[in-house]
């Protein structure tokens, strides 16, 4: 793989942490609407860090969740349970981002929180067996 490809990857998955700790603040500050954002973003980073490694990415997010769930999940290099990660976690960020009167919960968020952790260890997981970290 072209070290470019690795470098990027790896850059994704640092924006994957920085979400991840976006989330952290807002959930402690009682931001459950934009804990459920940053949770999300965090997965969608871990997930263009994988498509990376391939030189896939797409100015939509619906094109950059099909690749990695054709090429990932249905293949079972990643458990379905990602697929469902990923699927939660964006129909929580939309409706905290689009709705009027959303109210996220302080369990809502707590949840999508864990999820998004669990799905960066998965896509850390998945780079220390191809070596990319």
Do not use: W
Request: glycine fraction near 4%.
């Amino acid at each position: 793989m072209e070290s470019s490809l690795i470098a990027l990857a790896k850059y994704r998955l640092e924006c994957c942490q920085d979400a991840i700790e976006d989330a952290k603040i807002m959930y402690e500050h009682g931001r459950f609407k934009n804990t459920l954002n940053r949770a999300y973003y965090a997965i969608f980073y871990a997930i263009r860090a994988v498509n990376a490694t391939q030189s896939f990415d797409s100015s939509k997010h619906s094109g950059v969740i099909a690749f990695f769930n054709q090429h990932y999940v249905k293949t079972g290099i990643f458990p379905k349970e990602a697929s469902k990660i990923i699927k939660e976690a964006s129909e929580n960020r939309e409706r905290a981002d689009y709705l009027d009167f959303f109210i996220a919960s302080k369990k809502d968020a707590e949840i999508q929180l864990a999820k998004a952790e669990r799905f960066q260890a998965l896509v850390t997981e998945y780079f220390k067996n191809k070596g990319i970290y």
